[in-house]
């Protein structure tokens, strides 16, 4: 695994550094120190996961991280926070971020972390990502595409933060079928990852806040 530290304090990106470089077969391909520089080494080096801190100096993570997406990198940004509950994040996960992790969580959360966000496989941390999700997600004048039943089941899993198998035995199909319907779920949402899915549900109004509680 790729992957590009952004922080502007040299002490948060050297601690980083020795914590993702400890794991067998990742690699911390650049540093940079604001969202100028986080850019540039995004599009230069084309890592698998940006950590991004989102209050710096200059162009801040928010920007970067929507730059980053336009310009096309397949980058997951995971969002470095300070606060778990913050508006900042949640503009952030909406301008592309893939989910966010809390500065000062324990080395192996961080780890764990990292390689959900790289697998796509499902929300980063479900709790935290879905309570910031639920409380600055305001509905809005947005069509939802015409999913089908069964991807609409899918959809509403998807909120609650399960997993393609915790879906697949919830609904009694196979893991691939699965796959197949969130990969058509994006595709009709024209988004590049579930928790922009998850955040264009909360916006149409497809998901309300307290739903993810009955499953």
């Not at 929507?66 to 996960?93: N, Q």
């Amino acid at each position: 695994m790729r992957i590009l530290i952004v922080d502007d304090d040299p002490l948060v990106r050297m601690g980083l550094r020795a914590i993702l470089s400890s794991v067998d077969g990742w690699d911390v391909v650049a540093e940079a120190g604001d969202g100028e520089a986080a850019i540039g080494a995004a599009l230069t080096h084309r890592p698998d996961v940006v950590l991004m801190d989102v209050r710096m100096p200059g162009l801040d993570g928010l920007a970067a991280t929507r730059r980053i997406v336009d310009e096309g990198c397949d980058a997951k940004v995971l969002v470095l926070t300070t606060f778990e509950v913050d508006e900042y994040v949640f503009e952030a996960m909406r301008s592309g971020a893939s989910g966010f992790v809390l500065k000062r969580v324990p080395p192996t959360e961080l780890i764990e972390a990292v390689r959900i966000v790289a697998s796509g496989e499902s929300l980063l941390f479900p709790s935290s990502t879905r309570a910031v999700i639920e409380r600055f997600a305001t509905p809005a004048e947005r069509a939802m595409p015409d999913l089908t039943e069964r991807e609409q089941d899918v959809l509403r899993l998807l909120a609650r933060g399960r997993s393609n198998q915790e879906i697949a035995g919830g609904l009694f199909v196979s893991l691939e079928t699965v796959k197949s319907h969130v990969a058509s779920i994006l595709t009709k949402l024209g988004v590049r990852d579930r928790t922009q899915a998850v955040i264009v549900a909360y916006e149409a109004g497809f998901v309300r806040p307290g739903d993810a509680a009955d499953l």
